[in-house]
């Protein structure tokens, strides 16, 4: 089955500072999703990953799919306190299921 | 307003007791399903559904149940709860098309405690 691995699991950043999550899977990604969830709440849609090297963008957060090296990267440039919460991403593992990794909990220190 | 509706969103109940959520989709989705979130293991898919009558086990679904009777609907039920299944739950839905991939919306959760 497929395994999706984030790094790190954890970060705390300054206020203003860049930073830059990974997801690697063991098998090659074909729909690659992010999602943000804020603890014990539901999960927001962030982006969707189709096509190797695709990339987007929505606010100050940009997803990129790298086929090849079988991994997609979140950077978020210029951090915000809204910013916090756990960023998760998941991938589709059979028609219309999703595995999804085990998360990385960003916080931003003012 | 496009959402999914889980109920009830916070449930304490003791071991054997049996106990449904219900989960509700207004976005005419054909594919709903249950997820379990756990410290340390992340989200687990327990049951999945592709549309009316048809449902299919995830990878965590011993002690779950599912019907999905109608489009809009997809309860997951507990016949005998037990304390491994104290977890924080999730339902979601999307379309389904084989060439193209949808987004998943997710219920706000639903947070079970079984003593």
């Known amino acids: 089955s497929q395994e999706l691995e984030q790094s790190p699991q954890s970060l705390i950043v300054q206020e203003g500072k860049n930073l830059t999550i990974n997801c690697t899977s063991s098998?090659?990604?074909?729909?690659l999703y992010w999602y943000k969830q804020k603890y014990g709440e539901g999960l927001i849609f962030l982006m969707m990953l189709q096509k190797g090297g695709e990339e987007k963008s929505h606010e100050k957060i940009t997803a990129k799919l790298d086929e090849k090296k079988q991994q997609s990267s979140l950077h978020i440039t210029a951090s915000q306190p809204s910013h916090a919460g756990i960023y998760l991403c998941g991938a589709d593992t059979r028609y219309s299921t999703l595995t999804f990794g085990k998360g990385t909990m960003l916080l931003v220190s003012p | 307003e496009a959402q999914v509706t889980q109920n009830p969103r916070y449930l304490i109940t003791v071991t054997g007791k049996k106990l449904t959520v219900t989960c509700s989709q207004n976005m005419n989705h054909e594919y709903m399903s249950w997820y379990r979130q756990d410290p340390g293991l992340g989200l687990r898919q327990i049951y999945y559904?592709?549309?009316?009558?048809?449902?299919d086990k995830g990878d965590v679904p011993e002690g779950y149940k599912v019907s999905r009777k109608e489009k809009r609907n997809f309860p997951l039920i507990l016949e005998s709860p037990s304390p491994n299944q104290t977890s924080l739950y999730f339902c979601?839905?999307?379309?389904?098309?084989?060439?193209?991939?949808?987004?998943?919306?997710f219920g706000p959760g639903t947070r079970l405690t079984v003593t």
């Open positions: 559904s592709m549309n009316v009558e048809v449902t």
């Open positions: 098998k090659t990604l074909y729909g």
């Open positions: 979601a839905s999307s379309s389904v098309d084989r060439a193209y991939y949808y987004e998943q919306y």
